[in-house]
């Protein structure tokens, strides 16, 4: 695209092995203070429940402590599962935030559990976990919590959410399949694709292009709008880069296959030894980031805009230490022409 690219961030909040989870939390309260330096639009914070990789299990509480330490940068969910929850305590939680940080907060919403199953459950308990069938009305519900203009007929339409009349956060709908992009087109609401997951890619430019077609125009949103999240991990070298980024890949497997204990340093990377079918499914995970040096990852984040026709990426960056992931972010900034904070 002959677009500028717009980048922002997707911090899962990676714990590295032999850390704390408290560390990682610093991390990424620190990472948000320098990424907004580098000229990043969003910082989006991610919820993982019962993963010993990631330590963001409340990204609620995690964008006030972000919102707080930087200026201007806007801070979100990437996202907020919202089966989980009542779309009442989520809109006063986003209100509250919108109240302290007026015109800088965003609510991304998810449909996956970001959990197994049992965990799911337990987030529920006493009750029973919510039929996915029920997200469409969670989120219209949301919506109206948030603007409190529920219909009239509605059961809770005499609730009114608070705190008092805070600017209503930007709302984006995140997902990798055709349902969430279809309701985010029905609803007139921004629509984020997981590039990362990894999930259904092949159908990713698809995915987007059927909500483009199928975009209701909104009052906040007359036009579509599309995100898309990519892992990246850039490097002064190729060689560096692809070090950095087994520790990556080596915790996606840990995590996938119920052995992870923290992001792996590279020499931990280095030194595994892949059992039957592991490296397989390392390589094509592989295969959808955008990893190497400046000008290579320039070149990848190109191809996917050009892919989803769309300039507005998201960054997702897991490395095993800090400054690597620092310096990551720093160096796609710096060949992708973004304005630093003055």
Not at 162 to 178: A, F, H, K, T
């Amino acid at each position: 695209m002959d677009q500028q690219l717009i980048l922002s961030v997707v911090d899962q909040t990676p714990v590295p092995s032999g850390a704390t989870a408290g560390q990682a939390l610093r991390n990424t309260i620190a990472l948000a203070v320098e990424v907004e330096k580098m000229g990043y639009q969003r910082y989006w914070l991610a919820e993982h429940h019962s993963a010993p990789n990631y330590a963001g299990t409340s990204p609620e509480i995690l964008i006030g402590q972000v919102a707080a330490q930087t200026k201007s940068i806007r801070v979100g969910s990437g996202g907020v599962m919202l089966s989980h929850y009542s779309a009442l305590k989520v809109a006063e939680n986003f209100r509250l935030l919108g109240s302290l940080y007026p015109g800088r907060i965003d609510l991304g919403i998810g449909r996956a559990p970001g959990s197994d199953q049992v965990t799911a459950a337990a987030l529920s308990f006493p009750g029973q976990p919510k039929e996915i069938r029920h997200f469409p009305r969670q989120v219209v519900d949301l919506l109206g919590f948030l603007k409190n203009d529920l219909e009239e007929n509605h059961f809770f339409s005499g609730i009114q959410a608070g705190p008092g009349e805070p600017e209503v956060p930007d709302v984006w709908l995140l997902g990798s399949r055709y349902e969430s992009a279809h309701m985010a087109a029905q609803l007139g609401l921004p629509f984020a694709f997981a590039h990362f997951f990894g999930i259904s890619v092949e159908d990713g430019p698809a995915v987007v292009e059927n909500y483009k077609k199928n975009y209701q125009p909104s009052e906040q949103f007359p036009e579509p709008k599309v995100n898309v999240g990519v892992h990246v991990v850039c490097a002064e070298t190729e060689e560096e880069a692809l070090r950095q980024s087994k520790s990556r890949n080596l915790g996606r497997l840990f995590n996938l296959t119920g052995r992870a204990k923290g992001i792996p340093t590279p020499e931990e990377s280095a030194a595994y030894v892949y059992q039957a079918g592991e490296e397989a499914f390392v390589n094509q995970y592989q295969s959808v980031c955008v990893d190497g040096t400046p000008e290579r990852v320039k070149e990848g984040l190109d191809e996917i805009a050009e892919l989803y026709q769309t300039p507005d990426l998201s960054i997702v960056t897991i490395t095993h230490g800090l400054p690597e992931r620092i310096r990551s972010y720093e160096l796609v900034a710096k060949v992708c022409g973004l304005t630093p904070l003055e």
